[in-house]
C-alpha cells in the first residue's frame, strides 16, 4: 500500500473523513490506474461527506476503468440523485441492476429514482419484487406504497403503508405517508387518529408530534394547533421544531413575535434548511417597523444557503426567489433555478402562489406557452383529487326564478380587489338576480366588508373552512354561476373551484392569468385585455363591451389633492413607479435608466417600502449606473400604504413589463401623472394598455421597447400635454367608461344574465 492510501486509511481509522478524502484524491492523481477498492473508499466518503459533486465526477473517473463495478455505479446512482440529476442516476442504477440483479440496496435505489421521476408504475414493479422477497421489510412496503400514491392507487396504497407500520411500528415515514394520503382526502378525523395511533406506538417522537401539529393547522384547525403546540412546548421547551411551527403560527397575526420564535428555531438548530427559510419567508412579509430593514435581514440570511442548493425543495426554492426578487438580485435569483424547472415544480407541488412570480420572467412566446403549461400542470394536480371525492349536492332548483351569483373572494374588503370590485355591490340588480358572497379571510370586518354585506342576498363568511367543505356549502347554494376574484392569494381557496359547486365558473379581477383549472369556463375581459391570440387562456374569454374594471367611488375619491407638477417646483422631469418589485426586471430598470440617461437633468423616484434596504437600494443604483445614471438621479420614497401623496412628486410614470401595472397604474392616472406602457401578446401584458385607453390617453400604450423610450422622452419634452394631463385625467377617468359605475354593473349584470340565461 502507498504511503498515501496508508494515510488515508489511518485517517479513516481515526474518524478524520476529510483527511482521508484528500489523500485518497491526492492518491489517484497520483496514479489514475489505482484498484478499485479506492475508487469505491472515495466515492463512497464523499457520498457521506455531503459532497456529491465530487462524488459523482470521481465515480465517473472509476467507471472509465471498471465500467461494470456495482459499486461504483450505485454510489455514482445516489450522488447524482443528491444532485437532482434524475436521468443520470437512473441510467446509472439502471446499469447497476443489470450487473448485479439480486443486490437489493441496488434494486431499492433504482426503485427510489423512478419514484423521484414519477414513473409511479416502473418503481411498482421493482419494489413489488422486493416486497415478495422480503415482506417484512417495512421500508420496501412504504416504498410499494408511495408507487402505487404516484398512480392514484390510494387505497392499495393505504393498505402498503398499514402492512409497513404493523411489521415495522417505528417507521415514521410510513405513518406520515399514511396521514398524507388521508389529508389529501380531506378524510381529517382519519389523519388525526392514525397520527394518535403512531404516538401511541412511537411517545415523543417529534415528527409524529410535528405532523399532528400541522394536520390541525392545515385543516383549518388554528387554535387547537397553537394549544397542541403549546402543550409540547411545555414539556419539551428545548424542542427546535415547536419553536417552528408556532413562529409559522404565530406570525400570521403578530410577525414580531412569531419571528422571535423562528429565530429560536433556528438557534436549537441551526443545520434545518426550512427554519432558515421559514423565518426568511416571515421576514419578508413583516410590514411593521422598517419593511426595507427586515426584508435586508431576510437576504442576508438567505445568502447564507444558496450554496446548499442539494437541499432545496419547492418550498426553499419559492422563499428564496421571494426574497430575491424583492431586493432586485437577478443573479442571486437565476442562482436559484430556472423558469422552466421553477415553475414546472412550483406548480407540480401545488404551490399557485409562486406562480404569480414567474409572470414577469416571461421573454419570448415560447415562455408564454410554458408558463400556461404550468397553470395547467398545477390545475391537474387539484382537479384530479377532487374528482376523486365529489361533493354532496342538492337536488336541481326549479326552472325560472333570479339567477343566483357568488362572488368568492377574501378580498372584498379594504383591499384592492375590494376597490375595484365595489360597483357590482353599489349597483346590484335586484331585480334579476340574488348576489351571495363568500370569504375566507381570517382578520376582522372592516367598513368596506358591511357595506357590501348591507347589499347582497348572503355573506358567507367562513375563516376556518376546509376546502372541500366551502365548495359543498356554496353547492348548497345552488348558485347559476360563481365568480372568482382571489387567484390564490392569502386566504383564498382557489381550489374550491376545481370542485364545481356551480354549473358556470369564472375568475375576474384578483389574477392576471388564466388560473389553470378546466373547471373554470371562463375569465372576464375586455377588447383590450383579450389576448389576440386565444391560445394564451385556458379559459373562454367573457366580454365586457368597454372595461373589464371600473373605479369603486368609496375608494377612488378626492380625498388625496392633485399638486402642482413636479417640474414647475423642481426644474427637471422626475419619472417613478410605485409597482411591486416582483415586476421589476434587468430589462425593465435597464429600460427606466435608459429613459433617465435621455432625458438631461431627469431623475427617477422609486415609491416602494423596499427603498430602505440597502441590497435593494444597492442592486437598483447599480442598474441605473450601467446606463450612465449617477446616483443622485435616483430617489427612494420609502413608503407602504400612505403613498397616494407621493404621486405628486412624480411626473410621468413608467410601468414595467411584461408584467404591467393594474392597481398601480389606475392610481397614478387617478393622481394625474400620465403612463408609459409596453403592451405585449398575453392578458399580463395589457391590464395597463386597458386603462389608459378607457382613460383618454392609449397612444402612450405602445408595442416595442424603442416606442417607450421614444414616447417617454416625448413626453417629457411636451410640457403643455403633460400640464393638461394633470389637470384633466381624474375627470376623464371618473366621466369615462372606469367612472361610470352603474353603467359597468348594468353592462357586468347584462354580460352574466347572457351567459347563464341564454336568449331561446
Given at each position: 500500500m502507498s504511503d498515501r492510501l496508508a494515510a488515508a486509511q489511518a485517517a479513516l481509522n481515526g474518524g478524520r473523513r476529510d483527511e482521508a478524502i484528500g489523500h485518497l484524491i491526492a492518491a489517484i492523481g497520483d496514479d489514475p490506474a489505482r484498484p478499485v477498492q479506492v475508487y469505491r473508499t472515495l466515492t463512497v466518503q464523499l457520498y457521506q461527506a455531503g459532497r456529491y459533486e465530487e462524488g459523482a465526477a470521481f465515480g465517473a473517473k472509476g467507471l472509465e476503468r471498471f465500467p461494470r463495478d456495482f459499486d461504483l455505479l450505485n454510489v455514482r446512482g445516489v450522488n447524482l440523485r443528491k444532485l437532482k440529476r434524475l436521468p443520470e442516476a437512473l441510467a446509472a442504477l439502471e446499469m447497476?441492476?443489470?450487473?448485479?440483479?439480486?443486490?437489493?440496496?441496488?434494486?431499492?435505489?433504482?426503485?427510489?429514482?423512478?419514484?423521484?421521476?414519477?414513473?409511479?408504475?416502473?418503481?411498482?414493479g421493482?419494489?413489488?419484487?422486493?416486497?415478495?422477497?422480503?415482506?417484512?421489510?417495512?421500508?420496501?412496503?412504504?416504498?410499494?406504497?408511495?408507487?402505487?400514491?404516484?398512480?392514484?392507487?390510494?387505497?392499495?396504497?393505504?393498505?402498503?403503508?398499514?402492512?409497513?407500520?404493523?411489521?415495522q411500528p417505528g417507521l415514521i415515514d410510513a405513518w406520515l405517508d399514511m396521514v398524507g394520503i388521508l389529508g389529501e382526502e380531506h378524510r381529517t378525523a382519519d389523519a388525526?387518529?392514525?397520527?394518535?395511533?403512531?404516538?401511541?406506538?412511537?411517545?415523543?417522537?417529534?415528527?409524529?408530534?410535528?405532523?399532528?401539529?400541522?394536520?390541525?393547522?392545515?385543516?383549518?384547525?388554528?387554535?387547537?394547533?397553537?394549544?397542541?403546540?403549546?402543550?409540547?412546548?411545555?414539556?419539551?421547551?428545548?424542542?427546535?421544531?415547536?419553536?417552528?411551527?408556532?413562529?409559522?403560527?404565530?406570525?400570521?397575526q403578530d410577525r414580531a413575535a412569531g419571528n422571535v420564535l423562528l429565530r429560536r428555531a433556528i438557534a436549537l438548530d441551526p443545520a434545518r434548511i426550512e427554519y432558515v427559510t421559514a423565518l426568511i419567508e416571515s421576514l419578508e412579509r413583516t410590514r411593521s417597523g422598517d419593511e426595507g430593514g427586515h426584508i435586508e435581514e431576510g437576504y442576508q440570511l438567505a445568502k447564507t444557503i444558496l450554496h446548499r442548493s442539494a437541499e432545496f425543495t419547492e418550498s426553499v426554492t419559492k422563499i428564496l426567489c421571494e426574497i430575491m426578487i424583492r431586493v432586485c438580485d437577478f443573479d442571486?435569483?437565476?442562482?436559484?433555478?430556472?423558469?422552466?424547472?421553477?415553475?414546472?415544480?412550483?406548480?407540480?407541488?401545488?404551490?399557485?402562489?409562486?406562480?404569480?412570480?414567474?409572470?414577469?420572467?416571461?421573454?419570448?412566446?415560447?415562455?408564454?406557452?410554458?408558463?400556461?403549461?404550468?397553470?395547467?400542470?398545477?390545475?391537474?394536480?387539484?382537479?384530479?383529487?377532487?374528482?376523486?371525492?365529489?361533493?354532496?349536492?342538492?337536488?336541481?332548483?326549479?326552472?325560472?326564478?333570479?339567477?343566483?351569483?357568488?362572488?368568492?373572494?377574501?378580498?372584498?374588503?379594504?383591499?384592492?380587489?375590494?376597490?375595484?370590485?365595489?360597483?357590482?355591490?353599489?349597483?346590484?340588480?335586484?331585480?334579476?338576480?340574488?348576489?351571495?358572497?363568500?370569504?375566507?379571510?381570517?382578520?376582522?370586518?372592516?367598513?368596506?366588508?358591511?357595506?357590501?354585506?348591507?347589499?347582497?342576498?348572503?355573506?358567507r363568511w367562513w375563516p376556518d373552512i376546509s376546502v372541500a367543505g366551502a365548495a359543498e356549502k356554496i353547492a348548497?347554494?345552488?348558485?347559476?354561476?360563481?365568480?372568482?376574484?382571489?387567484?390564490?392569494?392569502?386566504?383564498?381557496?382557489?381550489?374550491?373551484?376545481?370542485?364545481?359547486?356551480?354549473?358556470?365558473?369564472?375568475?375576474?379581477?384578483?389574477?392576471?392569468?388564466?388560473?389553470?383549472?378546466?373547471?373554470?369556463?371562463?375569465?372576464?375581459?375586455?377588447?383590450?385585455?383579450?389576448?389576440?391570440?386565444?391560445?394564451?387562456?385556458?379559459?373562454?374569454?367573457?366580454?365586457?363591451?368597454?372595461?373589464?374594471?371600473?373605479?369603486?367611488?368609496?375608494?377612488?375619491?378626492?380625498?388625496?389633492?392633485?399638486?402642482?407638477a413636479p417640474e414647475l417646483r423642481n426644474g427637471f422631469i422626475t419619472y417613478g413607479t410605485a409597482n411591486n418589485p416582483h415586476k421589476y426586471t434587468r430589462e425593465v430598470l435597464q429600460t427606466w435608466a435608459r429613459v433617465v440617461a435621455a432625458t438631461p437633468g431627469s431623475k427617477f423616484a422609486f415609491i416602494r417600502p423596499e427603498g430602505s434596504g440597502e441590497s435593494f437600494r444597492a442592486n437598483i443604483l447599480r442598474q441605473f449606473a450601467a446606463e450612465g445614471v449617477s446616483a443622485d438621479r435616483v430617489i427612494f420614497h420609502v413608503i407602504r400604504g400612505a403613498h397616494m401623496p407621493f404621486y405628486n412628486e412624480v411626473d410621468i410614470t413608467l410601468d414595467p413589463f411584461p408584467l404591467t401595472g393594474g392597481t398601480t397604474t389606475a392610481e397614478t392616472l387617478w393622481m394625474g401623472v400620465?403612463?408609459?406602457?409596453?403592451?405585449?401578446?398575453?392578458?399580463?401584458?395589457?391590464?395597463?394598455?386597458?386603462?389608459?385607453?378607457?382613460?383618454?390617453?392609449?397612444?402612450?400604450?405602445?408595442?416595442?421597447?424603442?416606442?417607450?423610450?421614444?414616447?417617454?422622452?416625448?413626453?417629457?419634452g411636451n410640457r403643455e400635454r403633460r400640464l393638461e394631463l394633470r389637470g384633466s385625467?381624474?375627470?376623464?377617468?371618473?366621466?369615462?367608461?372606469?367612472?361610470?359605475?352603474?353603467?359597468?354593473?348594468?353592462?357586468?349584470?347584462?354580460?352574466?344574465?347572457r351567459t347563464v340565461r341564454p336568449a331561446g
Open positions: 447497476a441492476t443489470r450487473v448485479a440483479p439480486k443486490n437489493l440496496g441496488g434494486l431499492q435505489n433504482y426503485g427510489n429514482v423512478l419514484l423521484d421521476l414519477n414513473e409511479g408504475a416502473k418503481a411498482e421493482v419494489f413489488s419484487r422486493l416486497v415478495r422477497i422480503d415482506p417484512r421489510n417495512g421500508e420496501y412496503q412504504r416504498q410499494l406504497g408511495r408507487a402505487l400514491h404516484k398512480q392514484n392507487k390510494l387505497e392499495p396504497a393505504l393498505v402498503r403503508f398499514r402492512q409497513a407500520v404493523t411489521v388525526e387518529a392514525q397520527l394518535d395511533r403512531a404516538i401511541a406506538a412511537n411517545p415523543g417522537n417529534a415528527r409524529l408530534l410535528e405532523g399532528k401539529t400541522m394536520v390541525l393547522r392545515r385543516t383549518g384547525q388554528a387554535a387547537r394547533a397553537e394549544a397542541f403546540a403549546r402543550e409540547v412546548l411545555a414539556a419539551q421547551p428545548d424542542a427546535a421544531w415547536v419553536h417552528h411551527q408556532l413562529g409559522i403560527m404565530v406570525s400570521e442571486g435569483l437565476d442562482q436559484v433555478g430556472d423558469f422552466r424547472t421553477l415553475g414546472r415544480g412550483w406548480a407540480g407541488s401545488g404551490r399557485h402562489t409562486a406562480l404569480l412570480k414567474q409572470l414577469a420572467r416571461v421573454r419570448t412566446d415560447e415562455d408564454r406557452r410554458e408558463l400556461l403549461e404550468q397553470h395547467r400542470i398545477w390545475g391537474r394536480g387539484v382537479e384530479v383529487p377532487a374528482s376523486r371525492r365529489p361533493i354532496k349536492r342538492p337536488p336541481p332548483r326549479p326552472p325560472g326564478g333570479k339567477v343566483r351569483l357568488g362572488f368568492m373572494s377574501s378580498d372584498l374588503r379594504q383591499h384592492p380587489v375590494g376597490y375595484f370590485a365595489l360597483p357590482l355591490f353599489d349597483h346590484v340588480d335586484h331585480e334579476r338576480f340574488e348576489v351571495f358572497v363568500y370569504s375566507f379571510y381570517t382578520g376582522q370586518e372592516d367598513a368596506a366588508q358591511r357595506h357590501i354585506t348591507e347589499r347582497v342576498t348572503a355573506y348548497e347554494d345552488q348558485l347559476d354561476m360563481l365568480i372568482e376574484l382571489g387567484g390564490s392569494t392569502h386566504m383564498n381557496k382557489l381550489e374550491v373551484m376545481a370542485y364545481k359547486p356551480a354549473p358556470v365558473q369564472a375568475s375576474w379581477l384578483g389574477y392576471p392569468h388564466s388560473a389553470g383549472l378546466e373547471a373554470i369556463d371562463y375569465l372576464v375581459c375586455d377588447p383590450i385585455t383579450v389576448p389576440p391570440e386565444r391560445e394564451l387562456l385556458v379559459e373562454k374569454p367573457l366580454m365586457m363591451p368597454k372595461s373589464w374594471i371600473a373605479l369603486g367611488s368609496r375608494f377612488f375619491s378626492n380625498t388625496v389633492e392633485i399638486k402642482e400620465p403612463l408609459i406602457s409596453l403592451i405585449g401578446p398575453a392578458f399580463y401584458e395589457r391590464l395597463s394598455a386597458s386603462i389608459m385607453t378607457n382613460s383618454g390617453i392609449g397612444d402612450l400604450a405602445v408595442n416595442t421597447l424603442d416606442d417607450y423610450l421614444a414616447a417617454a422622452v416625448a413626453l417629457a385625467l381624474r375627470d376623464r377617468m371618473r366621466n369615462g367608461p372606469l367612472g361610470q359605475t352603474d353603467q359597468f354593473a348594468r353592462d357586468f349584470y347584462d354580460m352574466i344574465y
